[in-house]
């Protein structure tokens, strides 16, 4: 068995080499806003109109001019004329005149002349067309002014921001009717090693299920990419090439996840080497677990050599993969969402090393604590326990019971 040598560096060194030899080919394309949940804009979208474009009542009530109930109270109320109702969906016709007040609902277009709406619980019906106003009104109360929403050609969305709900109403309510996004990635995931069998398989003895292909694929799909499965290779130098060289003309972005042999990863590192220029930036990154992580750019296309254990693959892939897929998108890469807790236990840890700890957060009384899932990193089930992950930095001997800690906390 041959030893294995590498030249670690930091996960920021490794991104920082990678996007320095890549300069990724964006598509676009146009789609209506009504599909395009998730999807990245590829330019900023401007209001082509103002919102609302009339102006609203905020309350059911009665529209008013503001001057005509000034000081109106309870004991000394004013008195109006109403001279008719405006219900949601209708034009307000009817011009108010000094004296007068109009029926007003919620959502309904103010009539000209009105500036104000009393609501309906500070008026009183008397005899008649005769209203009480009970207190008084400013000039706006009540009411949301033309372009209060929004102003023709004011700055909707930015390039690079992704498409939630909200924005899909906020598109529509303005008649953007088709936006531009930039088309996901294409991100190859190719698993290597003979004791690997597909998941609807039943291993024989000594084999185990390819769960980084499917949990990866996962993972892309949730940070915006468009994941192909390339399928299994075995520790054979032929079909390894074969399929990496194949899938790699297919995909944006290849990932390759090596056996758990030491032969098996250094064929992962000769056919990454294989697939061009420049090829290996790095070899090694200075985490637990994931060390033995590839980094390479080949031929334009980043190629990233995953660790075959199921935990190591996971948490390298968020520290480097979810990065490149947000960067080929036009996305800002955003700090992780994260809590203030304290650890339950110790934590050892080696300088010279950043070690990734997946932690389960427990709410107590005076704030959250981490617990840490302590496991192999071929321990599925210490992420599916966990909530997130804590990361203890190169310069630390660890931690100990009690310690602050930052918890990047996971979707869900």
Known sequence: MTAEFFNVATVQAGLEKLFAHWSPNRQTATIDPRNALGRVLAEP?????????????????????AADNFGATQSLPAYLTCIGSIQMGQAANISLQMGECIEIFTGAMLPPHA?????????QKLGGAEIEILAPVAPGENVVQVGEDIETGELILPAGHRIRPEDIGGLLAVGVLAIKVIEPPRIGILSCGDELVSPEATP??????????PMLAALVQEAGGHPILLGIAHDDAADYHARAHAGFAEVDILLMTAGSSVSSRDLTRDVIASLGQPGILQHGLAVKPGKPTILAVCD?????????NPVSALLVARQIVVPLIRYALGQKIPRPISVQATVTHNIASVTGREDTIPVRLIDREGGWQAEPLFGKSNLIFT??????????PLNSNGLKAGAPVEVMVWDG
């Open 45 to 65: 979208i401007y209001s082509p109109e103002r919102l609302p474009y009339f102006p609203r009542s905020t309350m059911d009530g009665y529209a008013v001019r």
């Open 383 to 392: 992420l599916v326990r966990a909530d997130g992950v804590v990361h203890i």
């Open 204 to 213: 024989a003895p000594g084999q185990i299920r390819d769960i980084n292909a």
């Open 115 to 123: 500036d104000a709406v009393v609501m309906i619980e500070r008026t």
């Open 300 to 308: 334009g296309k980043p190629v990233i050599g995953l660790p075959g």
